[in-house]
């Protein structure tokens, strides 16, 4: 099984927008809604920002939002700060019952 | 607080085995499922497995071809993740990860333990 493919990095200027895509197949991304987005600063834990396509866990800014169309999922980023700058990883629940994580997104911010 | 500590680091030799244990504190042990990841050096995170507690459930990912055990301890509250047959592409810093069962993602994780795989 291949992992969802997201670019390797995107970068952008402070208070601009930036979105990160996550291209799976219908046996992951495109199977259900159970697409989530996690962002990871290095020495840190993953920490959950988008639950279900487009659903924000408590605490977490609105700056963040998701969305899906058929096998890609997508996560933008409004408003960007510096502290953004990350790695992002889209997952997915998949057809085989397991879980995949997307390729990674570095965000730069400039 | 929810918590799950993980073991130290662990520096092994091509061919052997490394066991990882992940103590959860903070919530009813039985009740969620544990993750395995990890992230090699500079590459992206990788699903691993899956346990549920109670050890009824347990999932791989297809990559590790069978190479990957897991136990449950619920007198302890631990769960160990042991990976054999390593090579220097196991390197990496292993995480385990907490899911509500059903909810499909992880909202706690260990601190990571690194493994090297070194001759």
């Known amino acids: 099984q291949s992992a969802p493919t997201q670019p390797a990095s995107v970068s952008g200027s402070p208070g601009q927008s930036i979105t990160i895509s996550c291209t799976g197949t219908?046996?992951?991304?495109?199977?259900?809604?159970?697409v989530f987005w996690y962002q990871h600063h290095p020495g840190k834990t993953p920490k959950l920002i988008i639950f279900d396509v487009n659903n924000r866990p408590s605490g977490i800014s609105n700056r963040f939002s998701g969305s899906k169309s058929g096998n890609t999922a997508s996560l933008t980023i409004s408003g960007l700060q510096a502290e953004d700058e990350a790695d992002y990883y889209c997952?997915?629940?998949?057809?085989?019952?397991?879980?995949?994580f997307g390729t990674g997104t570095k965000v730069t911010v400039l | 607080q929810v918590q799950l500590v993980q073991s130290g680091a662990e520096v092994k030799k091509p061919g052997a085995s490394v066991r990882i244990s992940c103590k959860a504190s903070g919530y009813t042990f039985t009740s969620y499922y544990v993750h395995w990841v990890r992230q090699a050096p500079g590459q992206g995170l990788q699903w691993m497995a899956i346990i549920d507690p109670t050890g009824v459930v347990t999932k791989f990912a297809e990559k590790f071809g069978g190479r990957v055990s897991m136990t449950s301890d619920t007198s302890t509250g631990t769960v160990y993740m042991e990976l054999s047959t390593l090579t220097s592409d196991d390197t990496a810093v292993y995480y385990c990860?907490?899911?509500?069962?059903?909810?499909?993602?992880?909202?706690?994780w260990g601190q990571g333990t690194l493994v090297t795989v070194s001759s």
């Open positions: 219908s046996s992951d991304v495109g199977r259900s809604d159970h």
């Open positions: 990860a907490r899911e509500t069962p059903h909810t499909f993602f992880f909202d706690s």
């Open positions: 997952t997915s629940y998949t057809s085989w019952n397991t879980y995949v």
